[in-house]
């Protein structure tokens, strides 16, 4: 059909040629050059295959009037049908487009071509800058003149040099209302009758209309609406957001819908009617015909009619797929396009946006999951759980395998897994605002966002705010072990519901530190915990007695529980910061509250840094003020720090990137970076102080130590598992013992809790102990077997590593990824590098199951 269709059109235009030709042969006033050459070009036009075969592909495609930029990256835009061809003239799914600092100067915007030029018509959102004012990142749609075979892929190219000129965009509010879409609920439980949030009412009563895009390819909106009974009156406490995307076709025509409800009870601020859990069921309508109706859960995980909705939590009308619905309504097209995108994962890791993973792990397949209003997807639902899992990490297993591999698949499991979290109670919004609640005063005002409430406290406490009756919910939230799990999502499809959730899971992040400004980090050493003097809050932290107080500091600072509390509150917190609009399309200043928090953080670190002993700083601590150190926990502090920098480009944040860096590489030019991957390193003297310099910083070591009183001699044996048992020790190695070892060597007159003890008159597998570097053995009064310790030790070979490659926890793997990101990004670690490539090698990590730790030591 096609071929006949081009040879209809070639032998028409023959014709007209001819036409044309003896006409002019017939002509009887002889033409002027002038109009004998426009002729010729006419004809020549006429008769040119070229043309013809443009025309028939792309009838009004027009090539770029403007000179092509620099291409910078691909978008693949893959047909998801094997049978049908997708037509020309359709508009993309939304995307995200990250860019490297520089890429895209300040005062230039994105072009998107095909390969021979064309123009696609974009439509853009969510700009947001590097410090330089290059752009960093925008979410985006393209109305794409071309067609794509079926089960075919078409390459877009995203060039530099676009005009920065206002969009302005074809589609207006009235082009939503023909479709008459709303979310119905029929109450079970805390909820009498039927509950309706219509878009429509939405847009008539202009309450809650947020314009977030308009441009050639369609309008993008955030609409908020009351669920109204009946009788037209509000509950008060049940909300609806809509998020509506309006297409444009060719001709400036409306195509039709993309549409996404979220259903929430977000109020910190409104006590009646009470906030509680409220079940019912909800379906998803335009006009009377039901489109879908939800499946979700109550109290168990089997889905069903019924949904229970905690206070602060919500979910979305979305499909199983996790994606938005399409709705022709009064427009042109009766189907959406059946299109996918993948994106330049190499453009990915230059832009720094996320790590520089290795693009060449193995990945395993994906899960099948489905999206259903207040399910798990693959989330752990005990957040508090211990061990290594997959939602545990600078970002998830599941979004990891999804950047790396980019199939449907994976695709899924990214975004229901973002949808899922939704579910957290963490939505915690003012009625009077509509926003999420600051509660850091660093500056007396932010805009759009009211009063800050220093007062108030969310999570669980939820204090200050409306506390619900009963507080529970199927999710036990627990900010030590809380996935990201929106950021990756917004980061790929650029959809501003991951956004939302992003941004209201980092002021949650602030609001749930314990209220006050009391606390003081002192400075003075020695000392035994950080603290100084009372406990007054962790929100804010002041630096030494009678010092400077930096408020929401705790972001970064509160460690107390474990620095993986810091590194994902302040990973949250960062990630929102980085991809919030230059300009808010709602008026509120969020990413100025953000970036004051993290600023003052960023801050608090450099002050402290500035007091604490040389030795410090050089060794590059971090704050533990109880306890022993964590060194799988310093990593996921390194793999925060360095994304922190990364994103956000600041060089606050590279500076306490750079001061972890130190403790890889510290400890690596002195002993086997073996003695760090373990489950712990102590952080206290024999006096029970912090320690201050790297050689207190000894690593937990599981294996059997046999005293013997005959020769005061020690032999070194396998732990219970028969790991870690054919070591040798050197003269100078470093011993401290504590906890129920203690309780074995209670008469060794010299034993005390971390003392610490030097190996001499190293033989084999069996060596001594004394209290100074090469100074005299001490005497051992009887023989006892203890089954770990604490150890320095300069070469652990042939054993691998304190934690044995079996650990059901990763620590090497860790380790040595967050070590190869410092790297990445210009910090000298190179020592402690090359000692955890060797352990890696040995150790035959499989990083087909743990992917989101292999990164490479460069993103070139």
């Given at each position: 059909?096609?071929?006949d269709?081009?040879?209809?059109?070639?032998?028409?235009?023959?014709?007209?040629?001819?036409?044309?030709?003896?006409?002019l042969?017939?002509?009887?006033?002889?033409?002027s050059?002038?109009?004998?050459?426009?002729?010729?070009r006419?004809?020549?036009?006429?008769?040119?295959?070229?043309?013809?075969?443009?025309?028939?592909?792309?009838?009004?495609?027009?090539?770029?009037?403007?000179?092509?930029?620099?291409?910078?990256?691909?978008?693949?835009?893959?047909?998801?049908?094997?049978?049908?061809?997708?037509?020309?003239?359709f508009?993309?799914?939304?995307?995200?487009q990250?860019?490297?600092?520089?890429?895209?100067?300040?005062?230039?915007?994105?072009?998107?071509?095909?390969?021979?030029?064309?123009?696609?018509?974009?439509?853009?959102?969510?700009?947001?800058?590097?410090?330089?004012?290059?752009?960093?990142?925008?979410?985006?749609?393209a109305?794409?003149?071309?067609?794509?075979?079926?089960?075919?892929?078409?390459?877009?190219?995203?060039r530099?040099?676009?005009?920065?000129e206002?969009?302005?965009?074809?589609r207006?509010?009235?082009?939503?209302?023909?479709?008459?879409?709303?979310?119905?609920?029929?109450?079970?439980?805390?909820?009498?009758?039927?509950?309706?949030?219509?878009?429509?009412?939405?847009?008539?009563?202009?309450?809650?209309?947020?314009?977030?895009?308009?441009?050639?390819?369609?309008?993008?909106?955030?609409?908020?609406?009351?669920?109204?009974?009946?009788?037209g009156?509000?509950?008060?406490?049940?909300?609806?957001?809509?998020?509506?995307?309006?297409?444009?076709?060719a001709?400036?025509?409306?195509?039709?819908?993309?549409?996404?409800?979220?259903?929430?009870?977000?109020?910190?601020?409104?006590?009646?009617?009470?906030a509680?859990?409220?079940?019912?069921?909800?379906?998803?309508?335009?006009?009377?015909q039901?489109?879908?109706?939800?499946?979700?859960?109550?109290?168990?995980?089997?889905?069903?009619?019924?949904?229970?909705?905690?206070?602060y939590?919500?979910?979305?009308?979305?499909?199983?797929?996790?994606?938005?619905?399409?709705?022709?309504?009064?427009?042109?097209?009766?189907?959406?396009?059946?299109?996918?995108?993948?994106?330049?994962g190499?453009?990915?890791?230059?832009?720094?946006?996320?790590?520089?993973?290795?693009?060449?792990v193995?990945?395993?397949?994906?899960?099948?999951?489905?999206?259903?209003?207040?399910?798990?997807?693959?989330?752990?639902?005990?957040?508090?759980?211990?061990?290594?899992?997959?939602?545990?990490?600078?970002?998830?297993?599941?979004?990891?395998?999804?950047?790396?591999?980019?199939?449907?698949?994976?695709?899924?499991?990214?975004?229901?897994?973002?949808?899922?979290?939704?579910?957290?109670?963490?939505?915690f919004?003012?009625?009077?605002?509509?926003?999420?609640?600051?509660?850091?005063?660093?500056?007396?005002?932010?805009?759009?966002?009211?009063?800050?409430?220093?007062?108030?406290?969310g999570?669980?406490?939820?204090?200050?705010?409306?506390?619900?009756?009963?507080?529970?919910?199927?999710?036990?939230?627990?900010?030590?072990?809380?996935?990201?799990?929106?950021?990756?999502?917004?980061?790929?499809t650029?959809?501003?519901?991951?956004?939302?959730?992003?941004?209201?899971?980092?002021?949650?992040?602030?609001?749930?530190?314990?209220?006050?400004?009391?606390?003081?980090?002192?400075?003075?050493?020695?000392?035994q915990?950080?603290?100084?003097?009372?406990?007054?809050?962790?929100?804010?932290?002041?630096?030494?007695?009678?010092?400077?107080?930096?408020?929401?500091?705790?972001?970064?600072?509160?460690?107390?529980?474990?620095?993986?509390?810091?590194?994902?509150?302040?990973?949250?917190?960062?990630?929102?910061?980085?991809?919030?609009?230059?300009?808010?399309?709602?008026?509120?200043?969020?990413?100025?509250?953000?970036?004051?928090?993290?600023?003052?953080?960023?801050?608090?670190?450099?002050?402290?840094?500035?007091?604490?002993?040389?030795?410090?700083?050089?060794?590059?601590?971090?704050?533990?003020?109880?306890?022993?150190?964590?060194?799988?926990?310093?990593?996921?502090?390194?793999?925060?720090?360095?994304?922190?920098?990364?994103?956000?480009?600041?060089?606050?944040?590279?500076y306490?990137?750079?001061?972890?860096?130190?403790?890889?590489?510290?400890?690596?030019?002195?002993?086997?970076?073996?003695?760090?991957?373990?489950?712990?390193c102590?952080?206290?003297?024999?006096?029970?102080n912090?320690?201050?310099?790297?050689?207190?910083?000894?690593?937990?070591?599981?294996?059997?130590?046999n005293?013997?009183?005959?020769?005061s001699?020690?032999?070194?044996?396998?732990?219970?598992?028969?790991?870690?048992?054919?070591?040798?020790?050197?003269?100078?190695?470093?011993?401290?013992?504590?906890?129920?070892?203690?309780?074995?060597?209670?008469?060794?007159?010299?034993?005390?809790?971390?003392?610490?003890?030097?190996?001499?008159k190293?033989?084999?597998?069996?060596?001594?102990?004394?209290?100074?570097?090469?100074?005299?053995?001490?005497?051992?009064?009887?023989?006892?077997v203890?089954?770990?310790?604490?150890?320095?030790?300069?070469?652990?070979?042939?054993?691998?590593?304190?934690?044995?490659?079996?650990?059901?926890?990763?620590?090497?793997?860790?380790i040595?990824?967050?070590?190869?990101?410092?790297?990445?990004?210009?910090?000298?670690?190179?020592?402690?590098?090359?000692?955890?490539?060797?352990?890696?090698?040995?150790?035959?990590?499989?990083?087909?199951?743990?992917?989101?730790?292999?990164?490479?030591?460069?993103?070139?």
């Open positions: 059909m096609f071929m269709s081009l040879d209809l059109a070639l032998a028409c235009s023959a014709a007209i040629g001819v036409g044309l030709l003896l006409v042969a017939k002509s009887q006033r002889p033409p050059a002038r109009a004998v050459h426009g002729r010729r006419l004809l020549a036009w006429l008769l040119l295959p070229g043309w013809l075969t443009r025309a028939v592909a792309a009838p009004s495609s027009s090539k770029a009037t403007q000179p092509a930029g620099k291409r910078l990256c691909v978008v693949r835009l893959h047909n998801t049908h094997a049978e049908r061809r997708q037509g020309a003239h508009v993309t799914p939304m995307f995200g990250a860019f490297r600092q520089g890429d895209m100067p300040a005062g230039e915007r994105p072009r998107f071509t095909l390969a021979d030029g064309t123009d696609c018509p974009a439509t853009l959102w969510g700009i947001t800058s590097w410090p330089d004012g290059s752009m960093k990142f925008c979410g985006a749609i109305r794409v003149p071309a067609s794509v075979a079926a089960g075919a892929a078409l390459e877009l190219e995203v530099a040099g676009g005009s920065a206002r969009q302005i965009g074809k207006t509010t009235t082009d939503l209302q023909s479709a008459e879409l709303s979310v119905v609920l029929e109450g079970l439980v805390a909820l009498e009758g039927t509950w309706t949030a219509a878009l429509n009412d939405g847009i008539h009563s202009r309450a809650n209309i947020v314009q977030l895009a308009a441009g050639p390819a369609g309008t993008l909106w955030r609409i908020g609406s009351e669920f109204r009974n009946r009788a009156k509000a509950h008060g406490q049940l909300y609806c957001w809509h998020y509506v995307l309006a297409l444009t076709g001709n400036d025509e409306f195509a039709g819908l993309r549409y996404l409800a979220r259903v929430a009870q977000p109020w910190t601020d409104v006590e009646q009617p009470k509680e859990h409220r079940e019912f069921s909800a379906s998803l309508r335009a006009g009377a039901v489109l879908r109706k939800l499946q979700g859960h109550t109290t168990t995980e089997t889905p069903g009619d019924a949904i229970r909705l905690p206070h939590a919500s979910f979305f009308s979305a499909g199983q797929d996790g994606r938005w619905d399409y709705v022709q309504g009064s427009g042109t097209s009766s189907a959406d396009a059946h299109v996918r995108v993948t994106l330049d190499d453009n990915l890791r230059r832009s720094g946006l996320v790590p520089p993973y290795d693009p060449e193995p990945i395993n397949a994906a899960e099948r999951i489905d999206y259903n209003p207040m399910g798990k997807g693959s989330i752990n639902r005990a957040m508090g759980t211990t061990g290594e899992r997959g939602d545990i990490g600078l970002l998830p297993e599941w979004n990891v395998r999804h950047l790396l591999k980019q199939s449907e698949d994976h695709e899924r499991v990214a975004r229901v897994n973002g949808l899922s979290a939704a579910g957290f109670r963490l939505t919004r003012k009625r009077a605002t509509l926003q999420p609640v600051p509660c850091v005063d660093i500056r007396a005002t932010y805009q759009g966002l009211g009063d800050a409430e220093p007062t108030w406290r999570y669980i406490y939820m204090s200050g705010m409306v506390k619900p009756t009963p507080n529970e919910s199927l999710w036990r939230e627990d900010t030590a072990h809380r996935p990201g799990c929106t950021y990756w999502p917004y980061l790929f650029g959809e501003p519901q991951y956004l939302d959730l992003l941004t209201e899971h980092a002021f949650a992040h602030v609001l749930e530190l314990n209220q006050g400004n009391g606390t003081v980090w002192g400075t003075t050493f020695p000392r915990q950080l603290l100084e003097g009372a406990w007054g809050g962790e929100r804010g932290i002041r630096v030494g007695a009678g010092g400077k107080l930096y408020k929401g500091s705790g972001v970064l600072l509160y460690g107390i529980g474990g620095q993986r509390m810091a590194a994902w509150r302040s990973r949250d917190v960062a990630q929102a910061a980085a991809l919030a609009p230059d300009v808010a399309p709602d008026g509120a200043a969020v990413r100025q509250y953000l970036n004051d928090v993290l600023g003052s953080s960023y801050a608090a670190f450099k002050d402290y840094m500035s007091h604490v002993p040389a030795s410090f700083r050089e060794a590059g601590l971090f704050m533990q003020d109880k306890g022993n150190g964590l060194p799988w926990q310093i990593a996921y502090m390194s793999w925060s720090v360095c994304h922190q920098a990364d994103i956000l480009g600041t060089a606050d944040a590279a306490v990137r750079g001061h972890l860096s130190r403790f890889w590489n510290g400890f690596a030019r002195q002993a086997d970076m073996a003695c760090l991957v373990a489950m712990a102590s952080y206290r003297d024999e006096a029970g912090l320690v201050d310099n790297m050689n207190g910083v000894l690593g937990s070591l599981r294996c059997n130590l005293f013997d009183a005959a020769t001699r020690i032999t070194i044996a396998p732990a219970k598992d028969k790991t870690n048992g054919a070591w040798s020790a050197h003269d100078g190695d470093r011993f401290s013992f504590a906890g129920k070892p203690m309780d074995l060597l209670k008469s060794f007159p010299e034993m005390s809790p971390y003392r610490l003890f030097f190996a001499v190293c033989e084999g597998q069996t060596f001594q102990l004394a209290l100074k570097p090469n100074g005299p053995p001490i005497r051992f009064p009887e023989s006892v203890i089954t770990d310790c604490f150890a320095q030790l300069k070469d652990f070979r042939p054993d691998l590593a304190f934690s044995p490659p079996n650990s059901p926890s990763g620590y090497s793997a860790n040595r990824g967050a070590v190869a990101y410092h790297l990445a990004c210009g910090d000298n670690v190179t020592d402690a590098m090359d000692q955890l490539d060797r352990i890696i090698k040995s150790q035959r990590i499989n990083f087909k199951d743990r992917p989101k730790y292999l990164t490479l030591a460069s993103r070139a």
